[in-house]
């Protein structure tokens, strides 16, 4: 039989029988007291599973397996050692833990090294994952580190909703939710120094705004103004802005959008006087306005001569009225008519030009309707 003891050495020696006697009283006092002592057994007389009872640290620790150093199993100052029992796997006492590090966890899979708890610092609790610290417990909340999401899963944990800081900021922020719901179609929108609040979405369209579209392609939320009939309940919105203005529809179920489609929009002239006796939303065909063409012809007519060669003047003839000759009657005498103004008529005409509308230069676009 071997026991330990400090004072007498292993196995017991043969001796006289006062001396085995004290050897075995010895060691008996020993294994009673679990090698109670405030030091740690030599490796001397230490054996592999031995007991010791450490009263430096009020533990009660076992020798491992390859007699290297002890383990510590329990507190001798707590019930059950401060483990919970077999039968039961609740805790009956606190359970002390080192405060670890993340690269020396206090808690942690007997299987994994890199994931677990400790605590940095008093009053705090660290988790760590794959060997790097995640999240952050405190007496000032929850922080999560490296910009990883906070995740709510919904009811069938298929899918989350993940709420995640940005790359950078410049300094802290605490956004503090308002304390009361909002009403429906409310944003929440914030104070400048965090504190948030529900308040009405502006409407950056309203409806019953109009548009040029530079595509075919309709928008959502708008219409195209093509004079269709559409639904005044699928349409509610747009139907208490504009109503029947621009047509009635079936006259109970539908209404009209405005039919934009060829023409040109003009203000409306609401009482200035440029426009007058227009109604908001009629329309009006084309119209040049009443204007005078001049037109000026000049013809000119400087008068011309009638010249009168050879002719005869007999003796008995008496002297020609208005030809400017002499009166001795020679033969071959030339005279000259004197000018007059001839009567000419002149007429102008202004031909037609144009096409079958008065525009300006223009691009086909497509008009939308906000509904």
């Known amino acids: ?56 640290n009020d533990e009660l620790k076992i020798r491992n397996s390859n007699n290297t150093s002890f383990i510590t199993i329990g507190s001798l100052d707590e019930t059950n050692l401060g483990l919970a029992t077999k039968a039961s796997p609740t805790f009956t006492g606190n359970v002390g833990v080192p405060a670890g590090t993340v690269s ?13 708890i400790f605590f940095s610092a008093a009053d705090t609790l660290d988790i760590a994952t794959g060997g790097t610290r995640r999240a952050h417990f405190d007496s ?38 308002p304390n009361s719901d909002g009403d429906n179609g409310d944003v929440l929108q ?23 579209m530079a595509t075919t392609t309709v928008p959502s939320g708008y219409v195209k103004c093509n004079g269709a009939a559409i639904s005044r309940t699928t349409y509610s919105d747009l139907f ?35 426009d007058s006796g227009r109604s908001f939303g009629s329309s009006q ?19 011309h001569f009638h010249t009168t060669e050879n002719f005869v003047v007999r003796s008995n003839y008496q002297e020609p009225r208005n030809l400017g000759v002499g009166t001795d009657g020679n033969a071959n005498t030339t005279g000259n008519t004197n000018s007059k103004t001839t009567g000419i008529t002149v007429s102008t005409t202004i031909a037609n030009d144009g096409a079958t ?13 906000k509904t």
């Open 1 to 56: 039989m071997s026991f330990v003891n400090e004072t007498k050495s292993t196995p017991i020696q043969n001796d006289t029988g006062a001396n085995v006697r004290a050897d075995i009283n010895s060691n008996m006092a020993a294994i009673y007291s679990l090698n109670a002592s405030s030091s740690e057994p030599s490796a001397a007389n230490s054996v592999a599973r031995m007991i010791w009872a450490d009263e430096a």
């Open 140 to 177: 000032n909340g929850i922080t999560i580190r490296d910009r990883k999401a906070l995740r709510l899963r919904d009811t069938s944990n298929s899918n989350f909703v993940a709420i995640q800081a940005p790359s950078n900021v410049s300094s802290d922020i605490t956004l503090t939710l």
């Open 190 to 212: 914030s104070d400048g120094s965090g504190n948030l609040s529900f308040a009405a979405l502006p409407q950056a369209v309203p409806t019953g705004s109009v548009h040029l």
């Open 285 to 303: 065909t084309d119209q040049n306005k009443s204007h005078n063409h001049t037109a000026t012809s000049t013809v000119t007519d400087p008068g």
């Open 104 to 116: 020396s966890l206090s808690i942690r899979r007997s299987d994994d090294t890199n994931t677990g």
């Open 357 to 369: 509308d008065a525009r300006p230069r223009n691009i086909a676009m497509m008009y939308v309707i």
């Open 240 to 274: 208490a802005i504009i109503g029947t203005t621009h047509g009635e529809g079936d006259g109970s179920s539908t209404f009209n959008v405005p039919d934009l489609r060829g023409e040109f929009v003009r203000g409306w002239d609401d009482s200035r006087g440029v």
